[in-house]
């Protein structure tokens, strides 16, 4: 029952997705009849950017960010332990660290190239990247603030989709002005905004299991069985669905 409830809402979610860019696209058009009044299809245009950050925060929130693992006797043979699970603790930690610092500082960056004409953020340099980096990775370590990082990011996700609306609706161009111009090498800002948020979803992922329970302080992490890694499965999946959005909405 659970299996088949869980189908259902997968399939009407990835059915509205597909769906909602050519309603989105008639409303634009309704809009640009007239873009010098504020009309009813200008508001719901504008509204309408706010569905997809919406729809993904929640399903976030329900699905990638609260983990539960198995927590079966540990045997010597399927475990992690000793200098390979420092190797994945400090390589997921910094890696997560680190994206979590440049998304927030993507966001600021975006506020004040928009709200606050010319005066330009300060680039970080590498003492205050590594500060930032470190203080990250301390919250991280704990349950109630790695959680509420984890609602931090989506805010921060939710504000950059939005402000990317914006900028597309005015068109305003996006240069080298802009910390994420062509960040991974992209033109495309909604698809930089979602690459980044599934490198911090699948890395949120990995820490959750790693930092699971007493698993850090046994400096013990057994290897995790085929069930346990289907959220990532999960993630790649809706996110997909997220990216064919944007692209049927260009």
């Not at 200098?83 to 890696?95: D, E, G, P, S």
């Not at 997560?96 to 500082?105: A, C, E, G, Q, W």
Request: net charge positive; hydrophobic share 55%.
């Amino acid at each position: 029952m659970i299996i088949k409830n869980n189908t259902t809402k997968l399939f009407f979610t990835v059915s509205f997705l597909l769906i909602l860019p050519f309603i989105q696209k008639q409303w634009f058009n309704l809009y640009s009849f007239n873009t010098n009044d504020i009309s009813f299809y200008s508001i719901l245009y504008y509204l309408s950017g706010a569905i997809c950050p919406s729809l993904v925060c929640l399903n976030s929130l329900k699905n990638c960010t609260y983990y539960t693992f198995n927590r079966n006797k540990i045997y010597s043979k399927n475990v992690i332990k000793g200098k390979r699970l420092l190797f994945l603790v400090a390589i997921n930690l910094t890696f997560l660290s680190f994206f979590i610092t440049d998304y927030i500082y993507i966001n600021f960056d975006l506020i004040f190239n928009l709200f606050f004409e010319g005066i330009n953020l300060p680039k970080l340099g590498i003492i205050q990247l590594n500060f930032l980096i470190l203080l990250i990775s301390i919250l991280l370590i704990f349950k109630k603030s790695r959680f509420l990082l984890k609602k931090i990011i989506l805010v921060n996700f939710s504000l950059i989709a939005l402000y990317i609306w914006h900028l597309q609706i005015n068109k305003i161009i996006v240069d080298e002005k802009f910390y994420f111009y062509r960040y991974f090498g992209l033109n495309d800002l909604n698809l930089i905004n979602i690459f980044i948020l599934v490198a911090i979803e699948i890395s949120f992922f990995t820490w959750s299991f790693l930092s699971f329970k007493t698993n850090l302080s046994d400096w013990m992490v057994r290897i995790p069985q085929k069930m346990e890694v289907t959220p990532i499965l999960n993630i790649f999946i809706f996110y997909f669905f997220i990216i064919v959005y944007y692209l049927i909405l260009i």
